[in-house]
């Protein structure tokens, strides 16, 4: 008997080094992913002002300038990085300011990849190779884990305060050639359905539809703006994250084009 518990007790010493190795392994690789990301940002994206009220009240109505279209974003050295990288995404208040990334291969590759191709539980902000690079689709999705320190698609959790959802209503996505300002009108709890094959929103009909049930919807973990107007020629934006409440859940927050500037 003092044989077995002699065994039991080294095996569960062997198996709490093991964990506590692992332990410190992630926070080491979660460490070096998130300065990796902040050095991305500091060497990549010039600086901006940001004037977010005037942002979402005014950019459908403000005048275009003649002026020349600056992207804050040097996307010839983001491309030397890695060439699968397309696109920048910024939410003025909250922490998310990443590279977007889009493998044609392999959908869910950068699960578990970061920008520069590194093994990381961060992952990527990604697309599915169902969605075009332009931004041009209907319905555009983009996924992002919801990390315990607050990176990644973490910052999307913000929007589940009230206060938090009417302050705060822009997204901005940078491509190559054009900067594309977004609206938010919602975010909500939902399933793990998959959006993109569940509604084909490329049917003005089913569009319609899917845009009814958000706005009807009756869900006390939602904020949803009643009086925006969104059209069958819009296009939508959905950011998608995990929840804690299980992995059957997502997080979604959903804008929409409101100004794009090429």
Known sequence: MRKIWRYTAVILLFAAIVCGGLAVKTKIEKERTNARY???RQTIRLEETWEEEKT???METEEDTEKELVIPVDFEALKKINAEIYAWITIPGTVIDYPVVQSEKDDAKYLTLTAEEEESAAGSIFSESKNAKDFSDVHTVLYGHNMKDGT???GLHKFEEEEFFNAHRTVVIYTPDAIRY???FAAYLYDDRHLLQSFDCSDAEVFEAYIKSIMEQRNLYAYIDRKAKIRVSDRIL????CHSMGPEYRYLVQAVL???IK
């Open 38 to 40: 902040q050095q991305m």
């Open 56 to 58: 979402v009240q005014d």
């Open 152 to 154: 990644m698609f973490a």
């Open 182 to 184: 977004y609206r938010i």
């Open 238 to 241: 959905t950011l998608s994250t």
């Open 258 to 260: 409101a100004k794009e």
